[in-house]
């Protein structure tokens, strides 16, 4: 009896389920039901559908992609709340991406992304390309030769900290020569610590007292870079004979932000630190600096509008509420990604791709830059200094970490006056 029942039932699940030339009708229906064109003299034009055309994964056909051409006057403002609402996704039941490119495109999906991808699967790039992640038709990749700066958002545990390790890797083995990291690793130095007898890393600065004195000396090296460039007049990197790169990565930027409880000192060098990388990334882009700007929490302060208008690039972990979204991205959908696993990141440019990135572990990495790793140099730990009085008695004078402490004293009060915010 069950067997006699099988054909029936497999029937009337394929009429409910609609096929490719279902799915435009259906498409259609949607955009009546929502009121998603524009009203004149009481009646209704939707968006004209023109063409269609698959979406391939190499040879795989994973999708379709249908082509409208949108009623004149149509806002951008309606066509992003409707691609944000996500109602065609809701109504078809599948991933849907809605994007205007001349015409309105609307991607449609039978596939899923994948929920795990190893960074020994990601094919190879050249030069300052890194792998963003899989989408759903293809690896998503970032070329900061073409776009600078980056800001990288996300909750703990989601998959930041290995997309920055995903990202150095990756330029270390395409330019060992060429590429050098600045690291402000403001977590006291546990991240990225342990990495700092690579070569091409040249400093990690650990609290915000030494990230005061790194981001100072980059920027006046910065400036200094400008001026060679105007003396030789070149415009851009890209086009002027220097092979280097230096990338600047600030994680966790969030420790870099005055607070009321702190003193006024400390609030001038929290000051100083983010109108320095906000100048810092204003004018380094085209000297061959690119900047990526880390944070858990991202709001109108911990993400200055300086450093967000100079970062055309944005990538973002899952969050925790579609305010922070915003922030991060400028729209709203980083709340809404998977919880129950890692890496599922919404990567944004001109427009916004779903991805899941690259995972690498801590041993994969250091085994691929095993060759880049600088002999380990033994540090003897700090020492008290000892004078004799003029009565012949010893007396305790200072210790060496003292001495830092006095050197980020100085940073302080030397810049505890006249800092722009």
């Given at each position: ?66 082509w409208f051409a ?184 969030a420790q870099l ?30 000297l061959g600096y ?132």
């Amino acid at each position: 009896m069950l067997e006699l029942l099988a054909v029936p039932v497999a029937m009337a699940t394929a009429a409910l389920w609609p096929s490719k030339k279902d799915e435009l009708k259906k498409i259609n229906a949607i955009f009546l039901a929502a009121e998603f064109g524009m009203k004149k003299k009481g009646e209704l034009t939707v968006p004209d559908f023109r063409s269609k055309r698959p979406i391939l994964n190499g040879k795989k056909v994973v999708g379709m992609e249908y082509w409208f051409a949108l009623p004149l006057g149509m806002s951008e403002t309606k066509i992003n709340k409707f691609a944000e609402e996500n109602i065609l996704g809701v109504g078809l039941q599948k991933t849907v991406r809605v994007f205007v490119e001349d015409l309105l495109k609307v991607k449609v999906y039978d596939t899923k992304i994948p929920q795990l991808v190893n960074y020994a699967d990601i094919p190879k790039t050249s030069k300052w390309k890194i792998p963003v992640g899989v989408g759903f038709d293809k690896t998503v990749l970032h070329d900061f030769d073409h776009i600078p700066h980056m800001i990288v958002s996300g909750t703990t545990r989601f998959g930041k900290t290995v997309f920055l390790k995903n990202t150095m890797t990756r330029l270390i083995e395409n330019n060992p020569d060429d590429v050098q990291f600045y690291i402000i690793d403001l977590k006291g130095g546990l991240e990225f610590g342990p990495l700092e007898n690579l070569k091409q890393i040249k400093e990690v600065a650990d609290d915000p007292y030494s990230a005061g004195l790194l981001i100072e000396k980059l920027f006046k090296e910065v400036e200094a870079e400008q001026k060679r460039f105007r003396a030789n007049k070149w415009r851009n990197v890209i086009h002027a004979p220097i092979k280097k790169r230096t990338f600047i990565i600030v994680d966790e930027a969030a420790q870099l932000v005055a607070e009321k409880y702190m003193d006024k000192e400390t609030k001038a060098l929290m000051n100083f630190c983010q109108a320095k990388l906000c100048e810092i990334a204003r004018i380094s882009g085209a000297l061959g600096y690119r900047m990526l700007y880390c944070t858990q929490y991202p709001t109108a302060i911990t993400v200055p509008r300086q450093i967000k208008v100079n970062a055309d690039a944005k990538i973002s972990f899952r969050l925790g509420d579609a305010t922070a979204s915003k922030v991060a991205l400028d729209v709203t959908g980083a709340e809404d990604l998977p919880d129950d696993f890692k890496g599922r990141a919404l990567y944004k440019t001109q427009r916004l791709q779903e991805v899941q990135a690259p995972f690498i572990s801590d041993e994969e990495m250091e085994e691929r830059l095993q060759h880049h790793f600088m002999p380990t140099v033994s540090v003897e730990p700090p020492r008290e200094v000892i004078e004799q009085s003029s009565k012949g008695e010893s007396v305790h004078v200072h210790t060496s970490s003292e001495e830092k402490g006095a050197s980020r004293k100085d940073l302080i009060q030397f810049r505890k006056v006249g800092v722009r915010n």
